[in-house]
């Protein structure tokens, strides 16, 4: 009699059992969304081109974030390719560290994206009042943020934008990674060789102030010290 093949089982860690019963909880809520059920409340954000409002779906009564982006403020600070990766990343998203996108519209003057409401606020907050974390809690965060990013990463995605503000807390106190702003697709490999010469994707992004300030800088004559040093070398890509 050949012996019976070896099996291994594993059982699945507290963490990867919240992952499993949050993924079946949001299949089970996905549904379609009309723009007519939603009833506005109060402005709870406003950016440079954007505002979120609070509202509530009126079928299953859950409030949601609704972003609201004006069409012509999109196109002038030149954040239209910004918007529209957002919009494609987040609907290749489900994941309990990442916020959800629920549904997308548009009219005449403006974009829309129905996000999950996060109520906890910033990460970012929460350091500051603490002014650090301790050993347990910040290796927590960074957990969270791994599983999220090794998600994104397994998808070809990057990030591009990892900061406390661009991480906000949950009703449960989990960290939700926001803001796919600069989320791009690697759908290519790197073909600036002569600064970089691997296969990775290279990458540049900054928000408008930050863009105008480096090439003003760039642009900017060295000081007179400077002017006969030698060329620094190219710096890898990121």
């Known amino acids: 009699t050949p012996p019976s093949p070896l099996t291994l089982t594993l059982t699945p860690t507290p963490t990867q059992e919240r992952l499993a019963l949050e993924m079946e909880r949001r299949e089970a809520e996905h549904g379609i969304f009309h723009f007519a059920d939603l009833e506005l409340r109060q402005t709870i954000g406003v950016g440079s081109f954007a505002q979120v409002r609070l ?44 916020l959800r996108m629920a549904a997308s519209y548009q009219d005449g003057d403006a974009l829309y994206m129905l996000l999950e409401l996060v109520p906890g606020g910033e990460l970012f907050s929460l350091l500051r009042q603490q002014s650090y974390f301790q050993e347990p809690v910040a290796a ?33 106190g989990y960290v939700k990674v926001v803001d796919f702003g600069f989320a791009k697709e690697a759908r290519r490999q790197c073909t600036l060789r002569s600064a970089c010469a691997s296969s990775t994707l290279c990458t540049a992004c900054a928000t408008p102030h930050q863009a105008t300030t480096r090439a003003a800088t760039i642009t900017r004559p060295p000081p007179a010290r400077f002017a006969s040093a030698p060329a620094q070398p190219a710096l890898p890509c990121a």
């Open 55 to 98: 509202v509530l779906h009126k079928p299953s009564q859950v409030p949601y974030a609704l972003k609201v982006m004006y069409k012509g403020q999109v196109i002038s600070q030149d954040q239209v390719a910004h918007v529209m990766s957002e919009r494609e990343v987040m609907s290749k998203c489900n994941h309990p560290f990442l």
């Open 140 to 172: 927590f965060y960074s957990a969270i943020v791994i599983a999220a990013f090794e998600y994104l990463h397994d998808r070809q995605i990057v990030y591009r934008d990892l900061k406390p503000e661009n991480l906000l807390l949950d009703a449960q």
